[in-house]
């Protein structure tokens, strides 16, 4: 027989529960996304994100109901981490070695994270977008210091920059001395 206060009882301790298990799903599949895009990119699939998650499709899909809504959350978060590692170089007094030190770190997260070169580099994502404005503001500084070539533009920095980090993602190069050595080659191209 059942008894109605049990019930209620049962349903508030079922729906915490299913809360509880969603919100862990959650972050399995925030974890394992991150993961595969990192290594991936873009070409990484949800059902092998649902695979390293060890949840269905389905499950993916109610956190996130598109692939480009994934996309978007997790290069949110490397972005977060992004910010957190050029800090630091965006402090110095000098502006050249402020933008010198973040194109270093930049290519050096870029060499790690598949997915954040390659939204970088295609600049469709809003969140990759504070990256290239971030860039732009130090390097214009840097120019007004008058350590860059004076015809430097935004557009400039974009095609050598990016350009390098989505040639370097074609390639499939993921040695971090090899991606330092390119950006040194991107601020070579830029400075006076």
Known sequence: MNHPEASESDQRTGGALR???????????????????REYGTQASVPQIAARAQVGKATVYRSFPTKEDLLEAITGLSLELLEERTALALREADPYEAFHRYVLELFDALARDRLLAER????????????????????????????LREDVTQTDLRVVLCGTALQLVRMTERDPATWLRYGEMVLAALRR
């Open 19 to 37: 809360r509880s298990d969603a919100r862990r799903n959650h972050e399995r599949v925030v974890a394992a996304a991150v993961e595969i895009f």
């Open 120 to 147: 970088l580099a295609d600049a469709t994502s809003p969140a990759a977008a504070s990256v290239l404005q971030t860039l732009a503001r130090a390097m214009e500084a840097a120019r007004t210091a008058g350590r």
